[in-house]
């Protein structure tokens, strides 16, 4: 255990000098908040990967695996094919657009009260899902260092924080690399192949477990049509997405890396699902189905290899963690706090950054420690953002009568929708999310017909994607 230890102490040392070194290149704030727009493929493809593949596509997954077999497997898929779709519709419009944010869009496209609604509904989603980053970074440390749960989630998550607030995008697109090779060599080189090779062989695998565990859709077709619509949908308006994308040198860059990162999405999926079987081959009375995978790891793998498969899961949840927190404070600064209070431009937009990281942070990071659970957060920052933000985003690009009207009826009904759902049927439940999409869907179309005198669609959300 020491070198497992010493590799996984290395590893977030390693994290940290990542920030420092971005520190000096982030100058300005696009360079904090997009990297400059100018990564060429072989560093948009890994960035945009790692920052898909988080707690939910990894622990969820596995964490589902044990419980109902690979079909736990399409929450990570269902990332990748809404990626690899977004792909070929939006990726090159959004490079295009030359924006820093979902809300900046909308305004664009409809009004100034759209860019502040939807920011607030976005800013939710983007610190929910850096609360499961949080989660499932201490459930690592939890379980491999034994710690307590609280204080693993204190340390994995202050980590994350300090070496994002030191460089934004610039350190992020450091750690990325580093973590995406983690993340291969991790998972796919030593831990798959070593998991299956511990129970006898893919063969033993599958009279280990009951037959059902095999089959594709045994999660049930109403919790797969849940996740199509909060996980495939999702995806394509995800702030933390976005922002990557808007990263690529151009277009075609865009294009190419986003289908590939959904991918290796899919891949991803499929890997994890099979480490979801292989925990309930080997451990099938675990007192919580979350340390499936953490348990197949510290079982499986021998010492420093153990260490090196750690750090590539941490890497998994570190990326999309940075991410999605840049992702909030860039929503805060850019669509809220700026355009409300003017005066604060006068602040140096470094030190603003940096200090609205660092307070998205800590506020996430609280309510990691109050939440708890990784699944159930997932669920609430995707029913928020499915829910209220899609139909208004993809009525702007696809459908020339949508007005603002339409977007601000569509957000406003929908997310008073969502949350008494939320409230009453939970967050998981097929009824929340569809009755978010309908209510968003109707208040689109009749905002939009109703309003008499519709303003021009800008030229931009016209060209090929």
């Known amino acids: ?60 997954s596995a964490k589902l695996s044990y419980e109902c077999g690979i079909s736990g497997g399409w929450i990570a898929i269902m990332y990748g094919l809404g990626l690899m779709t977004m ?85 992020i697109v450091y750690t990325d690399i580093v973590q995406f090779i983690l993340m291969v060599i991790g998972v ?9 090779s511990k129970v006898g062989g893919i063969d033993a695998l599958f009279k280990a477990v009951p037959a059902s565990y095999w089959n ?83 079982g499986v793998m021998p010492t420093g290899l153990m260490g090196l498969v750690l750090a590539g899961l941490l890497s998994a949840l570190m990326s999309s963690c940075s991410g999605q927190l840049l992702a909030a404070a860039t929503l805060l600064i850019n669509d809220i706090l700026l355009p409300t209070f003017p005066g604060l431009s006068r602040i140096n937009e470094m030190t603003l950054n940096r200090l609205i990281t660092a307070l998205t942070g800590m506020a996430a990071l609280w309510t990691a420690l109050v939440i708890g659970d990784v699944l159930y957060a997932l669920d609430v920052a995707y029913a928020l ?30 997310i008073l929708v969502t949350v008494i759902c939320i409230v009453n049927y939970g967050p998981s439940s097929v009824q929340t999310i569809c009755s978010g999409l309908a209510i968003s869907a109707l208040g689109m179309y009749l905002g939009s017909i109703t309003d008499k005198a519709p303003q021009p669609r800008p030229a931009e959300f016209d060209m090929a994607g």
């Open 216 to 298: 594709p859709v045994g999660l049930g077709w109403d919790r797969l049509l849940m996740y199509f619509l909060l996980m495939y949908l999702g995806i394509m308006i995800g702030q933390d997405i976005w922002q990557r994308i808007f990263t690529a040198r151009d277009a075609k860059t865009s294009q190419r890396g986003t289908f590939f990162a959904g991918l290796f999405s899919v891949f991803w999926g499929a890997a994890m699902g099979l480490c979801g079987i292989v925990a309930f081959s080997l451990y099938p009375k675990l007192d919580h189905s979350q340390l499936a995978l953490a348990s197949v790891v510290v």
């Open 87 to 171: 792909g070929a519709m939006l990726s090159s419009r959004l490079a295009n657009l030359r924006v820093l944010s979902i809300s900046e869009m909308l305004e664009r496209r409809y009004s100034s009260s759209a860019r502040y609604l939807s920011a607030i509904i976005s800013t939710l989603y983007t610190a929910m899902l850096t609360v499961v980053q949080i989660i499932a970074i201490g459930t690592v440390l939890n379980t491999f260092l034994g710690w307590d749960m609280r204080m693993s989630m204190l340390v994995g998550g202050c980590i994350a924080i300090c070496y994002t607030l030191l460089g934004g995008m610039c350190s």
């Open 385 to 414: 953002l499915s829910g209220c933000v899609f139909i208004p985003v993809i009525a702007g690009f696809f459908w020339p009568r949508a007005t603002a009207r339409g977007a601000l009826w569509s957000m406003g009904g929908s």
């Open 188 to 196: 796919f080189v030593f831990l798959v192949p070593t998991a299956i």
């Open 1 to 60: 255990m020491g070198l497992d230890a010493i590799i996984i102490v290395a590893y977030f040392c390693g994290m940290l000098c990542c920030g420092l070194w971005g520190m000096r290149l982030a100058k300005t704030s696009e360079h904090f908040a997009v990297a400059g727009r100018n990564l060429g493929f072989w560093i948009y493809f890994p960035c945009l990967s790692t920052v898909l593949i988080g707690g939910g596509a990894t622990f969820g």
